[in-house]
């Protein structure tokens, strides 16, 4: 099973995962063999404060900085972290994910609302049109 199968799963809760288009890394480079390919780009998962500083060099963003961004705006990440679907489609410009750093965050019954559902992944991306968005949903839903 992948690193990238066990994150989605909810088996890797210390870990985060990182969805970076190919502009993004060298493909030369030693994060593309650290990842799992998909159509735009790659998608890695590392233990956390090493996410965070990866995710941090190859976008020039601090993480949770980014995250705080753009937890207002709901949109659509794939399940897979593979892109989103951008809330601000009403313009004309190419709207596809340049990036997403997600985390996921344990079950939690005292929490309340979808936390004491299951364990949660949360997932915050940029367009390529500039407006950052997040989903959030339970592992397996």
């Known amino acids: 099973m992948s690193k990238v199968t066990e994150y989605l799963a909810g088996e890797r809760l210390d870990d985060v995962a990182l969805f970076l288009t190919h502009e993004y890394l060298d493909s030369q480079g030693k994060l ?12 890695l998962v590392v233990p956390g404060d090493d996410g965070r500083r990866a995710f941090a060099a190859g976008t020039g963003m601090d993480a949770m900085e980014f995250a705080q961004t753009a937890m207002g705006n709901d949109g659509d990440i794939a399940a897979d972290l593979s892109g989103g679907t951008c809330p601000d489609t009403a313009t004309d410009e190419n709207h596809q994910a340049k990036f997403i750093f997600s985390f996921a965050e344990a079950q939690n019954e005292d929490v ?14 940029k367009c390529n049109c500039g407006t950052t968005y997040s989903d959030r949903w339970v592992v397996d839903e």
């Open 32 to 43: 593309p063999n650290m990842g799992v390919e998909v159509e735009n780009g790659y998608i």
């Open 112 to 125: 309340g609302g979808i936390y004491e559902e299951g364990d949660v992944i949360h997932a915050y991306a």
